[in-house]
């Protein structure tokens, strides 16, 4: 069991900054492939970025590919996602999850969710 608690969303303005945290429990982190996903009212879940368990690989969407930027740091337990030149179609309520196996992409993949934190971007 894997309990995953998301903070650093809010409000900012359009061309703003934000940086997203998810710290997991349990002493597996390192061992596991890690992602984003965000939900708009209306829309289905949708994928943002993954790492891979060791942070030597990474995988976004091209929406956001070339301003945001996903990490991790294994001793510290913690993913995040660093969040550049946001528009207010990245607003959303953001999610990180834990890749259970195949494919990084599809959010059934993932076995694991946090509650999510809501970024908002105003125009």
């Known amino acids: 069991q894997v309990q995953l608690i998301e903070s650093g969303g809010g409000l900012v303005q359009a061309g703003g900054s934000l940086t997203l945290s998810c710290r997991a429990s349990g002493r597996t982190f390192s061992t596991y492939g890690m992602g984003w996903f965000r939900q708009a009212p209306g829309k289905e879940r949708e994928f943002v970025a993954a790492?891979?368990?060791?942070?030597?690989?990474?995988y976004y969407a091209d929406s956001v590919k070339g301003r945001f930027t996903i990490s991790r740091d294994n001793t510290k337990n913690t993913l995040y996602l660093e969040m550049n030149s946001l528009r207010p179609e990245d607003t959303a309520v953001y999610y990180c999850?834990?890749?259970?196996?195949?494919?990084?992409?599809?959010?059934?993949?993932?076995?694991?969710w946090g509650q999510g934190t809501q970024v908002t971007v105003s125009s």
């Open positions: 999850g834990v890749r259970d196996s195949g494919s990084y992409y599809a959010n059934t993949r993932y076995r694991y």
């Open positions: 790492i891979s368990s060791s942070g030597g690989s990474t």
